[in-house]
């Protein structure tokens, strides 16, 4: 009995620290310091240039949010960034960045990264729904140079199967106002 106790107590003790161990694909987690999960981008996030739907501006510096990733699992070689508008196209849905062949030392991209890697940030008409946004952060087993530029979303999505260590994501959401 006090043998199992001292098992029991044990395993409390221990039971947080084993919890931060950073295999474990469930505690890979992503934060971003420009807006909560859930929370509203702001307008530098937005578009530059005026709408391909309609005659209306973007109103934005086409500025991705900075991202940050903790708990990446053991064996990761490579990080990928997706940014999804599943609202977008009557539902849907759209792509706004892919970002690949991040190196496994990296635990964030800074604010503004997309300008070097395809970000398109959002652009809808003034007083329009608000646009949810999944922002999708992957460890992937695979090493940077396995990705050829240019992959579009599926592309990608396709190339990484069976290589995903583990993902973790945010919600933003985005609603132009009326000037």
Not at 24 to 37: K, V, Y
Not at 58 to 76: F, M, R
Not at 97 to 107: C, D, F, Q
Request: hydrophobic share 40%; with cysteine; charged share 15%.
């Amino acid at each position: 009995m006090l043998k199992t106790l001292l098992a029991i107590a044990l395993a409390v003790a221990l039971g947080p620290l084993a919890a931060q161990a950073a295999d474990h694909p469930d505690l890979f987690a992503l934060t971003s310091p420009d807006f909560t999960d859930n929370g509203f981008l702001s307008a530098p996030n937005a578009g530059t240039g005026t709408s391909t739907r309609g005659p209306w501006a973007c109103g934005g510096q086409n500025v991705s949010p900075a991202l940050a990733w903790t708990h990446a699992p053991a064996g990761t070689q490579s990080f990928a960034v997706i940014m999804d508008d599943p609202d977008a196209a009557s539902g849907r849905g759209g792509n706004h960045w892919v970002a690949y062949g991040i190196p496994a030392s990296a635990t964030s991209v800074p604010r503004d990264a997309g300008k070097t890697s395809g970000y398109h940030g959002p652009c809808a008409e003034p007083d329009a729904k608000t646009h949810h946004f999944l922002w999708m952060v992957f460890a992937l087993d695979l090493p940077p140079a396995a990705f050829a530029p240019g992959l579009t979303r599926e592309q990608f999505m396709q190339q990484i199967s069976g290589h995903s260590l583990a993902e973790a994501s945010l919600v933003s959401r985005y609603q132009p106002r009326s000037k």
